[in-house]
């Protein structure tokens, strides 16, 4: 079994899009007002029309029962990094190791969390 499909509820479709595209850097394959849709190498990752942003991230509110943390993964996490910081992406976690990895994590326009690992080359 695999994972298929990722899907991130968001307050503002067009604002979120420009945030994983322009930012994040995330391939688009197709926009739409309630349905978006980006290329990856594996799972789909999409953008859903949802409801009101979180107010504020905190300790508390990223680790609440049915909540969600996206995953991504990158070559050089210190280059991405720098480039994140650079474009004014909030960092709520700069990279350090965690369990075997190097991860760091930022913030969405909505305030979702999301990890960003480099690949490990596991050879």
């Not at 499909?5 to 994983?20: E, G, K, L, Q, T």
């Amino acid at each position: 079994m695999r994972v298929s499909y990722a899907i991130v509820f968001v307050s503002d479709m067009s604002r979120s899009v420009s945030f994983y595209r322009d930012l994040i850097g995330l391939p688009l394959r197709f926009e739409s007002p309630g349905w978006s849709e980006f290329a990856t190498d594996g799972a789909t990752f999409a953008l859903h029309a949802g409801g009101a942003p979180h107010a504020d991230v905190s300790d508390s509110t990223i680790h609440s029962a049915g909540t969600c943390r996206p995953g991504l993964s990158v070559p050089n996490l210190e280059e991405f990094h720098q480039m994140m910081i650079a474009k004014g992406v909030r960092c709520f976690q700069q990279p350090k190791q965690t369990f075997g990895a190097w991860i760091a994590q930022y913030v969405d326009p909505d305030g979702l969390v999301i990890s960003v690992s480099e690949a490990r080359n596991d050879n």
